[in-house]
């Protein structure tokens, strides 16, 4: 690559890491909500306050930043965001933050799963294969936990990844007839409006530093997603998936440092198993050409 390429391609990089640490943030901030709010109050003041960051901005943009042909698209949308975030969220209660971030890497797993039945994309036997081990890879890191952790932790964010993967599926299928802020914006007002009846049955007051919290996790939405925006104009989504194992990374600190988290051992043969076979994957798909043009909005719709 020549200069200029080079500083296209670490600038994209560097955008996509700060999106990532931005992912972390998020993720403490919901851990810390979730000690004393439910999971479902958590979910709705998060994306009551990433509608609420973002609204002046598409008010300041125009009538051309809400403009949708297809409603019930975004209304399916939020169910399932507000499915999956509720679900993360009620993992993350019981998970130390490595744990969970390990099992959020099953969803570009379990996507290509989905992708053969829905998109009616052709999945190589290469990547059955690589599904598998991750799989493998997980169970090891989750099994000696013992049943009751497996069940209050591990099954919420497995659930949590699985519907993500289908979020991408409609992402996928429907991004390029839609614009990105009216896929952003509609996808947090509904899962708002959503998660809005049952927290108000769960509501418990929210103290000051609480409803700080909150906010920091609207605006960590957005900015979330300014960053990996920014990124993916730079560089291809392909070429992100390497330096999507510094999330780990993050986990590890944040997780010791807020928390006190320890991983064990079996945490740490789980990620030797999953983080290379889903790179290995990552990079096969960019050799063939098969991940070129797909664009992850998991983390921030």
């Known amino acids: ?26 993720d403490v901030a919901m851990k810390i909500l979730s000690i004393r709010l439910d999971p479902i109050q958590t979910t709705f003041l998060r994306f009551i306050c990433a ?6 901005f598409l008010v300041a943009a125009g009538p051309a930043s809400f403009r949708t042909t297809r ?19 009620a993992g993350l209660r019981h998970a130390a933050m490595p744990m969970a971030v390990l099992i959020g890497f099953s969803m570009p797993l379990i996507l290509l799963v989905f992708a053969r039945i829905f998109l009616k994309e052709r999945v ?8 598998a081990i991750g799989f493998c890879g997980i169970a090891i890191a989750v099994g000696p936990a013992g049943p009751t952790a497996f ?20 992402n996928r299928r429907y991004a390029r007839e839609e614009s990105l802020w009216a896929m952003i914006f509609y996808g947090s007002l509904w899962t708002a409006i959503f998660s809005a009846w049952p927290a108000i049955g769960r509501w418990v007051p929210p103290s000051t530093f609480e409803w700080l919290l909150a906010i920091l996790l609207g605006v960590g939405a957005n900015v979330l ?14 070429a992100t998936a ?9 986990s590890l600190l944040t997780g010791y440092i807020f928390f006190g988290e320890v991983v064990g051992q079996s945490t740490m043969l789980g990620a030797a198993i999953v983080i290379p076979v889903t790179l290995a994957l990552a990079c096969h798909e960019a050799r063939s050409g098969g991940g070129a043009e797909t664009e992850h909005f998991h983390s921030c719709c």
């Open 242 to 250: 390497p330096y999507r194992n510094v999330e780990f990374l993050f």
């Open 225 to 238: 997603l300014y960053c990996l925006i920014r990124a993916l104009r730079l560089i291809e989504a392909s």
């Open 51 to 56: 509608v609420l960051v973002l609204l002046p």
């Open 124 to 131: 190589s036997t290469w990547r059955w294969a690589a599904t």
């Open 1 to 26: 690559m020549g200069r200029a390429a080079n500083r296209r391609y670490f600038c994209g990089v560097l955008w996509f890491v700060l999106s990532l640490a931005a992912c972390q943030i998020n």
């Open 71 to 89: 409603p019930l698209l975004h209304l399916f949308r939020g169910g399932t965001l507000f499915a999956a975030t509720a679900c993360w969220c």
């Open 151 to 170: 069940r209050w932790a591990t099954v919420p964010l497995l659930l949590s990844a699985t519907f993500f993967a289908a979020l991408d599926v409609l």
